[in-house]
């Protein structure tokens, strides 16, 4: 048999038929008509007996014959029908009068459905029989579904009831209909004080903190909502409480209301405050830090270079071969020192907000042929190519700062240089963008690329996403084998910042890395033809 048929029979109640009758034949008669319904049939052969019945089991339908001795069938129906479990039980009436021995206004006193007149037609019999007993399938079939319904509902309340966060719900005028206690609790407010109150006599401008946002007007906002107020609480001071709410519909797709949660967050907020006073704290004092250091540029660089220039001035005296070789000893590391002490002050000045940039008309084809004239020793030292081409577009005359773009371009040929065994190190200028024109607003602008190309050993993919971050280098070796602080980069990517560009780089382990930045520079004049270069071997114009 199919188990989806045998499931819906065993959802089908058993029909049971009482029938009441003193005389066994027509008992037997009447079982006998009813048996090809399939029904479970019970026999009672008194009034009393019937009761009995009654206390033990429920039936679909009562036949029940009026004459019978001690209690007769009226007097069984009226206490039938006081019983409570019965008392909506369908009686028919079976009997032996015709319908004129009986009184038409007594015929259904006690609580009769049906009359059936002697002579009893079979057919007539089963069909009202049938008819009642299919009324009574359906109505306990009801009755289960409502006690799911039920067992639903309780189980549902008792979770509501028992959960750690509080739970509301509001019509769609924002009153609220329904509380679970932990809401009570968060609010102070008991239950059957907040039915029927709005929304705002409870979270009130007057007790609204930080507002996210607000429960918003249906008909331009029916989404999921969450704020964050702080409420007054009787005799409890103040909370900070997260409400989160979405609009729920009713059956005609029409809004009906909110229902939301309510959470007591004031520990979070009250950690979070600390976290962030702590982290305020924190920048204070790095930033102090970082002044101090800028504020100390000037005593710690001076007697620094006065180290340096007596350590000059004793090389030109005579020494003998060991006096001389201890002299340049403290005067390279003199040097050496002298750099990461600026490397240093300058990031301190950066971070302290303390770096301004001069406005200055010059020419960028000059500054990149002087930081090629100055790094040429050390490039010419290791068999390096350091060459340089400077675009046709570029300006010869723009405005900015030359001093800090000769320390970006310095500091990025320097690496270029210093991480080079082989090869050539090339410096590419040109003209990407034109920039705004010249207007009431200022003068025009002129977005100008800077490039600087290395045959090195390169970096791998993983650890240039951080080369521009200040204490960062590509190689834990490389302080070791090649020196320096780490701040460099971090201090061109701040300049190149503050000239109005940007920066990157780009780079393949083993074959040489590129980094580029670009510059937004006031242009003064460009060039209708290309000028000489300054150096024809390092420098060109293309």
Not at 12 to 28: G, M, Q, S
Not at 419 to 447: C, H, K, L, Y
Not at 508 to 525: D, K, N
């Amino acid at each position: 048999m199919n188990k989806s048929v045998e499931s819906q029979r065993s959802s089908v109640p058993e029909i049971r038929i009482l029938i009441v009758d003193d005389n066994a034949v027509k008992r037997l008669a009447l079982q006998a008509v009813l048996a090809p319904l399939g029904y479970t049939i019970v026999e009672a052969d008194s009034g009393r007996a019937a009761l009995r019945r009654l206390l033990a089991e429920d039936f679909a339908v009562i036949l029940l014959d009026v004459r019978m001795p001690f209690l007769d069938g009226f007097e069984t129906a009226s206490l039938i029908r006081q019983r409570r479990q019965s008392e909506m039980t369908p009686i028919i009436f079976v009997t032996a009068f015709t319908s004129d021995e009986i009184e038409a206004t007594d015929r259904y006193v006690e609580g009769a459905v049906d009359f059936i007149f002697a002579p009893v037609q079979p057919d007539e019999l089963r069909a009202k029989v049938s008819v009642f007993a299919n009324l009574f399938v359906q109505a306990e079939m009801l009755a289960a579904k409502a006690r799911e319904v039920q067992v639903s509902v309780d189980q549902l309340r008792r979770v509501t009831d028992s959960a750690p966060i509080g739970i509301f719900e509001t019509d769609s005028r924002n009153r609220y209909v329904y509380t679970n206690p932990r809401w009570s609790v968060i609010a102070g407010i008991p239950a059957e004080e907040a039915v029927g109150r709005d929304w705002d006599s409870i979270v009130g401008a007057g007790h609204r903190g930080d507002r996210i946002v607000e429960l918003g007007d249906v008909s331009t906002d029916p989404t999921e909502t969450a704020c964050r107020y702080e409420i007054k609480v009787p005799g409890s001071g103040s909370r900070i409480v997260l409400a989160t709410s979405r609009s729920v519909l009713d059956v005609n797709g029409a809004f009906a209301g909110w229902v939301g949660t309510l959470a007591d967050i004031t520990a979070e907020t009250r950690a979070e405050a600390a976290i962030l006073d702590a982290r305020d704290a924190a920048n204070d004092a790095s930033q102090q830090k970082s002044v101090f250091l800028a504020n100390m540029s000037h005593e710690i660089r001076t007697p620094m270079n006065g180290v340096i220039g007596m350590t000059d001035l004793l090389l030109e005296t005579e020494l003998d071969d060991l006096q001389l070789d201890l002299t340049h000893t403290v005067r390279d590391s003199s040097e050496a020192l002298l750099v990461i002490i600026n490397d240093i002050l300058d990031f301190s000045k950066v971070e302290a907000g303390m770096f301004q940039l001069e406005s200055i008309d010059f020419d960028p084809e000059a500054t990149v042929a002087s930081v090629l004239d100055l790094l040429a020793q050390p490039a010419q030292a290791k068999g390096l190519a350091l060459v340089a081409s400077v675009d046709s577009a570029v300006p010869t005359v723009i405005t900015g700062d030359p001093g800090r773009l000769r320390q970006i371009l310095t500091n990025l040929v320097g690496n270029a240089i210093k991480f080079s065994q082989t090869g050539e190190v090339t410096v590419q200028v040109r003209v990407d963008d034109v920039g705004a024109e010249a207007g009431p607003e200022g003068p025009a602008t002129t977005a100008i690329t800077f490039e600087v190309t290395d045959t090195g050993i390169g970096i791998a993919p993983g650890e240039l996403a951080t080369i521009f971050d200040p204490f960062i280098q590509a190689d834990t070796s490389i302080s070791r084998k090649h020196g320096g602080t780490g701040l460099g980069l971090a201090i061109c990517s701040h300049l190149v910042t503050l000239m109005g560009g940007q920066y990157g780089a780009t780079s393949e382990l083993g074959h040489g890395s590129t980094f580029w930045f670009t510059i937004q520079a006031q242009t003064i004049h460009i060039p209708s033809t290309p000028p000489q270069p300054a150096t024809d071997q390092l420098l060109s114009r293309t």
